[in-house]
């Protein structure tokens, strides 16, 4: 077997894992979220960060909202701003997406709030919801839309976006990074203790 055969079975098999890890995510669909006394303009910008994140983790198949578009007007229903979870659990059933994220922004006096849930389709049970609020500009919320993200797909958020929406501050890396010194330095002291103890055990076997 030559070089090139080698190197496209190897492409090849790549290739097929690809497609097995993509066939077995769960479909997700993301409908605009209503808007309270919040701009149409800064409500498109925090979903469109939400989706954004989603699109980055990769732990869903995304339905975007064109292709939804296109089957709900071939199947003539007649609500395409769906914005609430009995609409979006009929879309869902249409399109056989597995599940789905509504939600809402709202803004009180200087405190945006986001409210978000993920909702099975099938069972049309609630999968997990997600409360987000942030007191000050707006820009302080986009953070913890990101946070949200990681949290309907069930993953860590990254240690940088924690950082920005104030939940990892330096002083907790430097606990984090002591606790792990002292512990790097208690194992290498009983080690020692160990290596001390079973040689004395075996200079009194020699003596006696």
């Known amino acids: 077997m030559n070089r090139k055969t080698i190197l496209i079975l190897i492409f090849l098999s790549g290739l097929n894992a690809q497609i097995s890890r993509y066939d077995a995510k769960p479909t997700l669909a993301v409908f605009n979220f209503e808007s ?10 925090m979903l469109d960060s939400l989706i954004s994140e989603l699109y980055k983790i990769n732990a869903f198949i995304m339905v975007e909202e064109h292709q939804m578009n296109e089957i709900i007007l071939e199947q003539k229903y ?3 701003d769906c914005r609430d979870q009995g609409c979006g659990i009929e879309i869902g059933m249409i399109l056989g997406i ?3 994220i509504v939600g809402s922004f709202e803004q009180i006096a200087d405190s945006t709030i986001m409210k978000a849930s993920m909702i099975n389709v099938k069972n049309r049970e609630i999968k997990k919801s997600v409360n987000k609020a942030y007191q000050g500009k707006l820009e302080g919320i986009f ?3 990101q946070i949200a ?6 993953l860590d958020p990254p240690r940088e ?3 920005k929406a104030g939940l990892l ?9 002591f606790k792990q010194w002292a512990k790097w330095i208690m ?10 103890n079973k040689n004395k055990k075996n200079d009194t076997e020699k003596v006696s």
Do not use: H
């Not at 501050?169 to 990074?177: A, G, S, V």
């Open 169 to 177: 501050t330096e002083e907790k890396n430097d606990d984090i990074f």
């Open 149 to 154: 993200a990681w949290e309907f797909s069930e």
């Open 187 to 196: 194992k290498q002291i009983n080690r020692i203790s160990e290596w001390f």
């Open 98 to 100: 597995k599940n789905i």
């Open 161 to 163: 976006i924690l950082k």
């Open 143 to 145: 953070p913890l839309i």
């Open 78 to 80: 007649d609500n395409l």
């Open 36 to 45: 309270k006394a919040v701009s149409d303009e800064n409500s498109t910008l």
